[in-house]
């Protein structure tokens, strides 16, 4: 017996949750093959057979395992099973067996439509007027009992099958993931003097070059012009020239960071991960919208790994893409400012003493306190903002018309 255990995925991840058997008890597995899914505080990965042999599962789904714990067993010694297919025709006589009574079901069935409700569900029915339309019947082959007629009058402008008016509760076990989630948004609110300033940035120059560029960018990069990536560029450009924004408290220290890596926040089937673009600084328009597409690719896939998502100076959220119009994003620790973006929209803006529509975008800024002050939060939002108003500026630094004059 080859004994398969829960590996070590993490330095500060003590245990897993396994999430899903992808092989069934008993059945034969390939050297390599995948066998299960489990899901840790930070990413979700998959446990795979060290060896080929017969499986034999020790762990169920839904357990909480520490890390060493015998997830399950495989059985070298056991001969793999001979081929599908002599098994083909033994399998077809199976299949073609139950056909017939399956046809005649429905004929058998037919004369039964009068009994369609048991004797006491249907005198109840009558007594209080309830159609048998307004009854889901649970019942075999959906005779309507009892209680049925009962939890309809208990709802009533209910209809059968229906279940918008319906007053059922389920509970579901948190995942690993939600709770970490939980309970790092709880002590980034209690563990730092939290505030949030605003702006708000006229998209048009950016909205006007992706529609002139985007055939030829993707042409050329292989990838679609996106938000994301003005944003990023911006954003590094910014975190350069503001510091304290990059940095964060560790005890009595303050650590300021010469690189820029940003956490995109991305919304995952199981919550909310925050995977990293590394030296976000030193990449281009296109490395970065490569980047975006690989970790949100990663994050609906689960395909996250612990060290794609450990670490990171700095974080860009985009409620926009759910409408939010704005909001006050919640830092994500141990990191001190976090930049929101959110919906574009045509407002009417005052452009040179006359009134033009402009898609306009606010943007948020929440930050530490304890080591920004509103001189760097604000000067930082303005920054971002001035660089996506004039794109030229993320190429030249500033003003290109001042870098040609030296001024």
Not at 183 to 191: D, F, G, I, Q
Request: glycine share 6%.
């Amino acid at each position: 017996m080859t004994d398969i255990k829960v590996p070590a995925v993490g330095e500060s991840i003590s245990e897993v949750t396994l999430v899903k058997w992808l092989k069934k008890d008993g059945d034969y597995v390939n050297r390599d093959e995948l066998l299960c899914e489990l899901e840790s505080e930070k990413a979700t990965f998959e446990l795979n057979a060290e060896q080929a042999g017969i499986l034999h599962i020790k762990a169920q789904e839904g357990a909480t395992l520490a890390i060493g714990d015998l997830a399950c067993t495989i059985d070298e010694t056991a001969e793999k099973p001979a081929g599908s297919a002599p098994a083909t025709p033994a399998k077809a006589e199976k299949a073609a067996a139950p056909a017939a009574p399956k046809e005649e079901k429905p004929a058998a069935a037919a004369p039964a439509a009068d009994v369609k409700a048991t004797p006491v569900a249907h005198a109840i029915m009558a007594d209080k007027q309830v159609k048998a339309g307004e009854v889901k019947g649970s019942g075999s082959k959906g005779r309507i009992m009892k209680q049925d007629v009962l939890d309809a009058i208990a709802h009533p402008g209910r209809k059968g099958g229906d279940a918008a008016f319906g007053r059922e509760e389920r509970r579901d076990k948190m995942s690993n993931l939600r709770k970490t989630v939980s309970r790092r948004l709880v002590e980034a609110k209690n563990s730092t003097a939290m505030l949030t300033t605003f702006n708000e940035v006229d998209m048009t120059r950016i909205m006007d070059i992706r529609k002139q560029y985007k055939d030829t960018f993707k042409e050329a990069h292989g990838v679609n012009l996106g938000f994301m990536s003005f944003f990023a560029k911006a954003c590094s450009t910014a975190l350069q020239e503001w510091p304290a924004v990059n940095a964060y408290i560790d005890g009595d220290s303050i650590i300021y960071h010469d690189y820029c890596d940003i956490s995109i926040a991305v919304s995952a089937p199981k919550g909310l991960v925050v995977p990293i673009i590394r030296n976000a600084e030193s990449l281009s328009m296109a490395d970065l919208e490569r980047k975006v597409v690989e970790l949100a690719k990663k994050a609906r896939d689960n395909k996250l790994t612990p060290d794609e998502m450990t670490g990171g100076t700095f974080t860009i959220t985009n409620g926009g893409v759910f409408g939010s119009l704005m909001s006050t994003p919640i830092i994500n620790i141990p990191q001190s400012a976090i930049l929101g973006m959110h919906k574009i929209q045509d407002r009417p803006m005052a452009i040179n003493g006359k009134v033009e529509i402009r898609p306009m975008m606010y943007v948020a800024l929440s930050y530490d306190h304890r080591i920004i002050d509103g001189r760097e939060s604000v000067g930082f939002l303005v920054r971002v903002k001035e660089l996506l108003e004039n794109p030229e500026y993320m190429l030249f630094g500033h003003d290109p018309v001042k870098t040609l004059l030296e001024l």
